[in-house]
């Protein structure tokens, strides 16, 4: 008995273990190639080093692509990318699960798990402060393990998966202070660990230095990783849904602590949440992606008091308002193309309302509808200023 019949199998996710293993081979041979031109770029810093479009920006996202090569084909988690952090600013990125938020900050820090993932396109270029900058994607492993938790710095997601169960927490904030200060004495280091575990708000500091993780609350290990991410004051924090799992109360704490941190040590900060409420609060820029595109991006105002693309004007009728009986919460209908086989025209298209006749063309371009707004949506294609297509990247050039 057939389970499948032709028609069925082509429509589907279907793949033959032929198919596969051509995938697969191809998969080996491409990274391998990128493996290679990564450790090539490492010698000559002429390969990495650029400079900055506008030197008020600790980070420029270019036209990042960052892909994952599967047996069943090449997932595009983050395509053509481009943002920027502007110094001292809070920018909020927001999307629902899967939409390449936390892939696009793991690009920033150079953390994708390779050979597997691999920044394939574009620029980020990362401000050292001295007229130079360095373009992150082509850049040696060696000198991004001088910038990690010295100019950039990330809090993760998961305390509990991230700070280390078998060392005590003292450890684990000195660990820092040693690989990036090495000139600092024992003592020194022990004074400065003391100082931020009291900066992020923990009453028992010398108690807590001498615990593990496992000893210490959801709250409490969400702090040691603030000071982890804080102890060497960075120009950039990356905050990944920093309150996952913490009660609301605790949720305030740890965002106004990151604000106040920040502004103590004039550091920006690159906030990844689900929560708008959070994003209304905290951000000053607000970029809105979906299926690994950026499809509107602008100020805090312009995102919350006025979204144009119909997928954010979604994300804002779907949150809930106080004192505002509903009998029902909105939802977006349909679902998320297949990243494998993404459609060449826009990737919202088939679950828009509001489609228009240029819908039926190729993906829109970044349409400027004010000095500080950004959409990718063909209902302002006749009124604002069309700066330009995301570029993808074809790997079968590479």
Same mark, same amino acid.
């Given at each position: ?7 069925d199998?082509?429509?589907? *996710? #279907? ?8 995938i ?20 000559? &810093?002429?390969?990495?080093? /650029? ?15 960052? #892909? ?35 892939? /696009? *900050?793991?690009?920033?820090m +150079?953390?994708?798990?390779?050979p ?12 050292m402060?001295?007229?130079t900058a ?5 850049? &040696?492993?060696?000198?991004? +393990? !001088? ?5 950039m710095?990330?809090?993760? +997601?998961?305390?509990? /998966?991230?700070?280390? =169960? ?6 684990q ?9 090495? !000139? ?14 009291? %900066?992020?708000?923990i009453?028992?500091k ?5 615990? #593990?993780?496992?000893?210490? *609350?959801?709250? %409490? @290990?969400q @702090?040691?990783?603030?000071a982890?991410?804080?102890?060497c ?19 305030? +704490? ?29 951000a000053?820029?607000?970029?809105v ?17 006025? &979204?144009?693309?119909? #997928? ?7 949150k =809930? ?17 297949? =990243?494998?086989?993404m &459609?060449n ?11 228009? !006749? ?6 829109? =371009? ?5 000095? /500080? ?5 063909? @209902? ?19």
């Amino acid at each position: 008995m057939k389970l499948f019949s032709k028609k069925d199998r082509k429509e589907s *996710s #279907y793949i033959s273990a032929k198919a596969s293993r051509k995938i697969s081979k191809f998969n080996r041979q491409l990274t391998k190639k990128l493996e290679k031109a990564r450790n090539d770029a490492g010698k000559d &810093p002429a390969l990495y080093t /650029t400079k900055m479009h506008d030197e008020n920006n600790v980070v420029e996202f270019d036209n990042v692509c960052s #892909y994952f090569f599967t047996d069943i084909g090449t997932v595009k988690a983050v395509d053509g990318v481009s943002f920027n952090v502007p110094k001292c600013s809070t920018v909020g990125v927001v999307g629902e699960s899967g939409c390449g938020k936390s892939v /696009t *900050s793991l690009s920033l820090m +150079q953390l994708l798990q390779r050979p597997t993932g691999q920044t394939v396109g574009g620029e980020i270029r990362f401000n050292m402060g001295d007229g130079t900058a360095l373009n992150i994607v082509n850049t &040696p492993t060696a000198k991004m +393990q !001088e910038l990690r938790g010295k100019r950039m710095s990330m809090i993760f +997601q998961e305390p509990m /998966t991230s700070l280390n =169960p078998v060392f005590k927490i003292g450890q684990q904030v000195n660990e820092v202070l040693e690989l990036h200060h090495p !000139e600092m004495t024992p003592d020194e280091i022990k004074a400065r660990t003391l100082e931020m575990l009291e %900066m992020v708000g923990i009453a028992n500091k010398e108690g807590v230095y001498e615990m #593990y993780p496992h000893e210490l *609350s959801g709250g %409490m @290990r969400q @702090r040691v990783m603030i000071a982890i991410a804080l102890a060497c004051t960075p120009e950039l924090i990356i905050a990944d849904e920093p309150t996952t799992a913490l009660d609301v109360t605790i949720q305030a +704490q740890i965002l106004d602590l990151l604000l106040e941190l920040k502004d103590k040590i004039n550091s920006s900060i690159m906030l990844i949440t689900h929560d708008l409420g959070v994003i209304a609060n905290m951000a000053d820029y607000v970029v809105v992606m979906y299926a690994g595109r950026v499809i509107e991006k602008g100020t805090a105002e312009d995102i919350f008091h006025n &979204p144009c693309h119909p #997928y954010t004007i979604g994300l804002m009728r779907s949150k =809930p308002v106080v004192g505002k009986k509903v009998e029902e919460l909105y939802n977006i209908p349909g679902s998320v193309p297949n =990243p494998v086989n993404m &459609p060449n025209y826009c990737y919202f298209k088939d679950r828009c309302e509001m489609q228009c !006749e240029h819908c039926k063309g190729k993906y829109p =371009p970044e349409i400027k509808i004010s000095d /500080t707004h950004v959409v990718s949506c063909y @209902r302002y294609f006749e009124q604002g200023e069309v700066l330009g297509y995301p570029k993808t990247t074809n790997v079968e050039e590479l």
